[in-house]
């Protein structure tokens, strides 16, 4: 790579080019989705913003655990968070986060919801369990014998979670919306033997403990497909689907805390970072150039092209599965990032120094500082990074974010310091 400057340059300035064309914003009729859009990528570039910048909804769950065994407290916690995270995902709630939490035997759920500041509907949303059971007549001396929710009437092995998909569909006769269920090949068994055993009586369909409808079995059904029929509007049928396919909660949860931030609070939080993070860069541009000169404007320049091609990481993560949420927490790591990629810088022109100091020439002096400054700067780069590790490993919530956008700056400055200044000192002292 010595050798060859001019290539190492020339990737430098693809990847400002490029980084520049991301964090573009959307003017007039100017828009950078449009590439995207032309690559099938159906995701809008965009800055993917917490719960604290975009305002929404934070809810912590506590999970009952009196009646799981001791084994299986934490598969049930986890079964809890998926069938949350399916029920969020189809209300179309944008970018939620849903996570666990085991403290001292406490079993928790960390719900956020971003843009969703309404605490009922929320709360509607992650309590509802859903339950749907089957119930079948029983004779007089079977339901005295076992005494039932719904009289006359015993509860069936078929459940809600024998069923593989639920939508809303339409009665031909009366044109009203109904619900169409589909069971799985074991849901499908046991509702076609309960319709066998049940020709001419009725099957009641209850919902967390609430009688839907109790139709008369007219003939054994064996294709696994029923339909709940009642007094339902599009809106409610559509809200029973979604509920159904989502599945019911495996533990109960009781809300311990909840905290709503206002899309205009988060608005004002991302503005004073903003500044607080424009407003350190100067600084440490003013300070660079102040002590190193023409070195510093170097440096100064390779902080700017830092900043850049991280802005531009966050911002296309937003296209893939797994992009990065930046949070206040998040913009913190961004800026403590920047100060070390200077850091960085600071070692290479003090261990330069040394060699002019020493008698030697300019050009062997530079290069003498860079290479002697990498071991350093490597050493305290990993420690960072394995620190970040373990933070976002262990941690939660806005500690993750931190973590994760501190060792992007990390990886990032150590290419800013090492590759785009040392390509700049060269060509301008060459």
Do not use: C, H
Not at 320 to 345: K, R
Request: aromatic share 8%; glycine share 8%.
């Amino acid at each position: 790579m010595r050798k060859n400057p001019r290539t190492l340059l020339a990737l430098i300035v693809t990847l400002t080019l490029v980084s520049v064309f991301i964090n573009l914003p959307k003017v007039g009729n100017f828009d950078p989705n449009i590439i995207f859009q032309k690559l099938n990528i159906t995701k809008e570039l965009a800055f993917r913003k917490g719960l604290d910048l975009e305002g929404g909804t934070s809810l912590i769950l506590r999970a009952n655990m009196k009646e799981i065994a001791s084994s299986q407290k934490s598969s049930a916690l986890d079964s809890a968070k998926l069938v949350i995270e399916k029920r969020v995902n189809l209300f179309g709630v944008s970018e939620p986060l849903v996570q666990t939490s085991i403290v001292n035997n406490d079993y928790r759920i960390i719900v956020e919801l971003p843009g969703l500041t309404d605490i009922n509907q929320v709360r509607q949303l992650i309590g509802t369990t859903a339950q749907l059971s089957f119930w079948e007549e029983a004779s007089s001396s079977a339901s005295i014998a076992s005494p039932s929710a719904q009289p006359g009437f015993i509860k069936t092995s078929l459940t809600g979670a024998d069923i593989k998909d639920a939508s809303v569909s339409f009665d031909t006769s009366t044109g009203k919306p109904q619900v169409q269920i589909r069971f799985t090949s074991e849901g499908s068994k046991k509702f076609a033997d309960i319709t066998t055993r049940n020709v001419g009586k009725q099957v009641a369909i209850v919902l967390d403990n609430q009688l839907i409808e109790s139709p008369v079995v007219n003939q054994a059904i064996l294709t696994g497909d029923a339909v709940i029929t009642g007094n339902f509007t599009v809106d409610t049928a559509k809200q029973l689907s979604t509920q159904l396919n989502a599945g019911a909660l495996p533990v109960p949860l009781e809300v311990l805390s909840t905290n709503v931030i206002e899309p205009t609070l988060g608005s004002a939080s991302l503005a004073k970072s903003l500044f607080a993070g424009v407003l350190g860069f100067i600084i440490i541009i003013i300070f660079m150039i102040g002590l190193y000169g023409r070195l510093g404007v170097v440096a100064s320049l390779a902080l700017f092209l830092y900043a850049l091609f991280v802005l531009a990481i966050f911002k296309i993560s937003s296209i893939t599965p797994y992009g990065i949420t930046l949070t206040l927490s998040g913009i913190a790591g961004f800026i403590l990032s920047i100060g070390m990629a200077v850091d960085a810088n600071v070692l290479i022109f003090e261990r330069t120094k040394e060699e002019l100091r020493a008698g030697k020439e300019k050009a062997v002096a530079i290069e003498l500082g860079f290479s002697r400054a990498w071991t350093s700067i490597r050493d305290s780069n990993v420690a960072t990074l394995i620190t970040s590790f373990v933070l976002y490993q262990f941690g939660t919530g806005m500690v993750k974010g931190f973590a994760l956008v501190l060792a992007i700056g990390v990886l990032a400055s150590m290419f800013s310091a090492i590759t785009i200044t040392r390509t700049f000192i060269r060509f301008l002292y060459k």
